[in-house]
């Protein structure tokens, strides 16, 4: 009997071992659970991106048009599995099919497939193609079908504004492009040409004209303010060429000078800029903690009159103030404004049976080409239209564009990583061996 008990513990051992690994098995299959431990989290969604899958509440059917083997990617059906599973673990009624376009050709051209790896999302009864793969692009199109109805965002043109697709520092056309990503539909406006402003407009973009306005041109944005039209209105200097009626009728001046900010030069930024470190409570700014910058920015002073409700949207230099020498490095007292400042706020009424919003920012170049890309500005300028679209929840929900995983080392640190694996490494390994063995020897 004694000479079977050390089986016998070994046989219930080894069960005890098979029945825990069921039962981890169950538990892993009945709640699932996922650790990313990359640096980059490469291995996971964005909130952004689970925010808006959040947001479909019905089946998301995925077909792609691809081969089994391509000549640069090799298994790109593997890839494109891996990486849909990312969002399959969000929102499991995400169904993935591919198609051959070799041996179903007719297939890849009923639908104007373009190219092997496109992929066709449908939900609700639309569909966006994705030509190029990555959290990005994918997200970004959920979130354009998630947006079940199509809003028109006009630009006032004629004067020399900013352009909300123009490729130059100066305009918007980043900020227009990630837009367009999230559905909105980009317009430009020339009221010299147009009767009024259009009534499927949701809103209107105003930057600073460069010209003088015409007065039959203000008149029509002043009837379109009036009848409750929604404005994202970005003041770049004091002197408004005409839009004089637009400033008295919300209440808006300027203090005389710009904003200086000590704590934007202490980052080593240029002294004319301000930073936005302050965000009263606010749908705009919900769960917004980024730094925004706002280089030659205005302090805006809004005495809200009639019905209108002002809000103060963004606060900055606290510790700063406005000077008329833009080069300013020290607070004059004779001469300068102290801070803090308010460089954005909005405006909200209730007129013809809705809400009126409005936002004015005292800068423009925070979402200008050469700067939108600085901390939040993007994000935050994105906030600010998807309010005055009634669109709040989108707001905080944009993708972003995909992490840098790359790593960049000098040729000491290759040489050290190189000698270190190559060489001490398997000595080490080595040298460990032949001591394991000389002590065997030893002992015997």
Not at 93 to 119: H, Q, Y
Not at 164 to 182: I, T
């Amino acid at each position: 009997m004694r000479r079977y008990l050390p089986m016998f513990k070994r046989t219930v051992a080894l069960l005890l071992v098979l029945v825990a690994a069921g039962a981890a098995y169950q538990l892993a299959a009945r709640y699932p659970a996922h650790w990313d431990v990359t640096q980059n989290a490469l291995n996971s969604l964005e909130q952004g991106s689970v925010d808006a899958l959040a947001m479909l509440q019905g089946p998301v059917k995925i077909t792609v048009y691809a081969t089994e083997q391509d000549a640069q990617l090799g298994d790109i059906r593997k890839l494109i599995r891996e990486f849909i599973s990312l969002y399959q673990r969000y929102k499991t009624d995400i169904s993935l099919t591919f198609v051959d376009p070799v041996k179903e050709p007719e297939a890849m051209r009923s639908i104007a497939i373009s190219g092997n790896g496109e992929m066709v999302v449908e939900y609700a009864g639309r569909t966006e193609h994705i030509t190029t793969l990555n959290e990005e692009t994918l997200s970004s199109a959920l979130l354009r079908l998630a947006h079940t109805k199509e809003q028109l965002l006009m630009y006032l043109s004629g004067h020399g504004e900013r352009k909300l697709d123009g490729k130059a520092n100066h305009h918007l056309g980043e900020f227009g492009g990630r837009l367009q990503q999230l559905g909105y539909r980009i317009s430009s406006l020339n009221l010299a040409i147009t009767q009024e402003v259009p009534d499927n407009a949701s809103m209107l973009v105003l930057t600073h004209p460069q010209t003088e306005m015409m007065a039959g041109e203000v008149k029509k944005l002043l009837r379109y303010v009036d009848k409750g039209g929604n404005l994202l209105w970005l003041v770049d200097d004091a002197t408004l060429h005409g839009l004089e009626p637009l400033a008295e009728k919300l209440g808006l001046t300027f203090l005389p000078g710009t904003v200086i900010d000590p704590a934007a030069q202490e980052m080593n930024a240029p002294a004319n800029w301000a930073l936005g470190a302050g965000y009263p409570p606010h749908p705009v700014t919900r769960d917004f903690d980024l730094l925004t910058v706002f280089p030659q920015a205005l302090a805006l002073s809004i005495d809200a009159k009639g019905d209108w409700q002002k809000h103060m949207l963004v606060e900055g230099a606290q510790r700063g103030w406005v000077s008329e020498n833009a080069a300013s490095k020290r607070f004059d007292k004779k001469r300068d404004l102290p801070g803090p400042f308010e460089l954005a706020v909005t405006l909200q009424r209730n007129v013809n049976d809705r809400e009126q919003r409005i936002v004015v920012v005292g800068n423009g170049n925070f979402l200008a080409n050469t700067y939108s890309g600085n901390g939040g500005n993007l994000d935050l300028g994105i906030n600010m239209v998807n309010w005055l679209a009634n669109e709040e929840q989108l707001i905080t929900v944009q993708p972003h564009a995909a992490k840098d995983g790359a790593i960049t080392l000098s040729k000491r640190q290759l040489t050290v990583i190189s000698v270190s694996f190559l060489i001490l490494l398997p000595l080490a390994l080595v040298a460990a061996g032949f001591r394991s063995w000389w002590r065997r020897r030893r002992n015997a």
